[in-house]
């Protein structure tokens, strides 16, 4: 029986990306391959509660609110190191799926993508996670979301068009070009849009508006499909 630790499940706005301001299910999976030096987020399995895939089925189609919801999001952690649970529990639920992945676990990521609609792959910049080889593992990743779009594409089990791909990246003032350019490389490659991020301390930005409009303007002369979104639910101060 597929069961996975989860630290929390909750019903609130989405606060970052293309898709803020929707209502979503939250369901936050423990336990992470990476550990970004930023990182502001709980996800300790010693802490989470164990979930087969019947429990959550009940858990979440109990909660207030959840006929309303747009979508499902995935979140960690990394919800990807879970792939063969999700793969049992997101037929399930008749609602979107949302992925949330720091988009290194490439394997995770064909299992399951059948059953995704979108996906919103963090793009780990060195200068800010302290990942050293994470465009490596981007590559690969973002690799495995091509290669699993043309199978669709040649075997026509799904509606293929459904899935929409996005790359957030959370910056700071010690982004260098470098990354610039090899995340601009990523996204014309593999054809997605670019949302920056900046890094925030609470709900006060770290950066100064000057360096953030430096920064998002290097990435549209090199890419015109980027967005600046800052952290929304951080300013609500919501969940």
Known sequence: MNKAKIKEIFISTQGEGPFVGYKQLFIR??????????????FNSETGMEYSVDDLERKVKALKGFEHVHSV???GGEPLLWADFLNEFLPRINKPA???TNATVHVGLKKVFDNIDYI?????????????NSFEMHEKFFGSVRD?????????QYDCER?????KIVFDENIKDEEIEKSVELAEKYDFQIILQPKMNGMKLEIPTPVIENVFDKFLEKHKNTRLIPQVHKFLNIQ
Do not use: M, R, W
Request: hydrophobic share 35%; net charge negative; aromatic share 8%.
């Open 98 to 100: 949302y992925l949330e």
């Open 148 to 156: 699993a779009i043309l199978t669709c594409a040649a075997t026509k």
């Open 120 to 132: 919103s792959a963090d793009i780990k910049l060195p200068s800010s996670s302290g990942i050293k």
């Open 29 to 42: 999976f423990c336990d992470c391959n990476l550990h970004c030096d930023y990182c502001d987020t709980d």
């Open 73 to 75: 999001s995935l979140t």
């Open 163 to 167: 899935q929409v791909l996005f790359a």
